[in-house]
T-cell receptor
Framework: LAKTTQPISMDSYEGQEVNITCSHN???????ITWYQQFPSQGPRFIIQ???TKVTNEVASLFIPADRKSSTLSLPRVSLSDTAVYYC?????????????FGGGTRVLVKP | NAGVMQNPRHLVRRRGQEARLRCSPM?????VYWYRQLPEEGLKFMVY????????ESGMPKERFSAEFPKEGPSILRIQQVVRGDSAAYFC????????????FGSGTRLTVV
């Protein structure tokens, strides 16, 4: 699985947009980019997944440039409840039997 | 449709005792994964099982740790003769084995060894 690099932490305020960039220079052709959210004392929760260009769902948007060596998770108008650790994972996570490799994640703190 | 169920949520064991952690996958999911998370760290893969088979145990410590997923009942992660370093959160995930959005995690079992 490709190694990922993301900022250790980010602070934001309620109502702002939060953008977290993840670097994955060694991404393979078959790899997808997946983001998970983890609250304290809970398991990771799937947020969004994409392969190229832009993906949007009710929670977030994922921007992937043409070379796919990085990706940006965008959380629009964050609230206090978005305070969590966000993990970027790269790999063929959709296939059966694939273990996930988590890095240290980005700790996002949303302030009032 | 219940999610991945793990129990107990919290488990306290004295050094040298055994810990048994249980995981019931989502309905229709036949693939189970166990992960361990130390404080302030990301999750680390331990083992991947299908019914009655261990498929990948490359992340399991060689001694004291074992896992099973019997034909009937939950998956069990067993830690024998626990030590303080085993204190961590243990998460189970399940997947149906197909599809892009396969993985669903449970809420974890927090093991404390005293």
């Amino acid at each position: 699985l490709a190694k990922t690099t993301q900022p250790i932490s980010m602070d934001s305020y309620e109502g702002q947009e939060v953008n977290i960039t993840c670097s994955h220079n060694n991404i393979a052709t078959n790899d997808y980019i997946t983001w998970y959210q983890q609250f304290p004392s809970q398991g990771p929760r799937f947020i969004i997944q994409g392969y190229k260009t832009k993906v949007t769902n009710e929670v977030a948007s994922l921007f992937i440039p043409a070379d796919r060596k990085s990706s940006t998770l965008s959380l629009p108008r964050v609230s206090l409840s978005d305070t969590a650790v966000y993990y970027c994972l790269v790999g063929d996570v959709g296939a059966a039997g694939n273990k996930l490799t988590f890095g240290g994640g980005t700790r996002v703190l949303v302030k009032p | 449709n219940a999610g991945v169920m793990q129990n107990p949520r919290h488990l306290v064991r004295r050094r040298g005792q055994e810990a048994r952690l249980r995981c019931s996958p989502m309905k229709g999911h036949s693939h189970v994964y166990w992960y361990r998370q130390l404080p302030e760290e990301g999750l680390k893969f331990m083992v991947y099982l299908q019914k009655e088979n261990i498929i990948d145990e490359s992340g399991m410590p060689k001694e004291r740790f074992s896992a099973e997923f019997p034909k009937e009942g939950p998956s069990i992660l067993r830690i024998q003769q626990v030590v303080r370093g085993d204190s961590a959160a243990y998460f189970c995930a399940s997947s149906p084995g197909t599809g892009v959005y396969g993985y669903t995690f449970g809420s974890g079992t927090r093991l404390t060894v005293v």
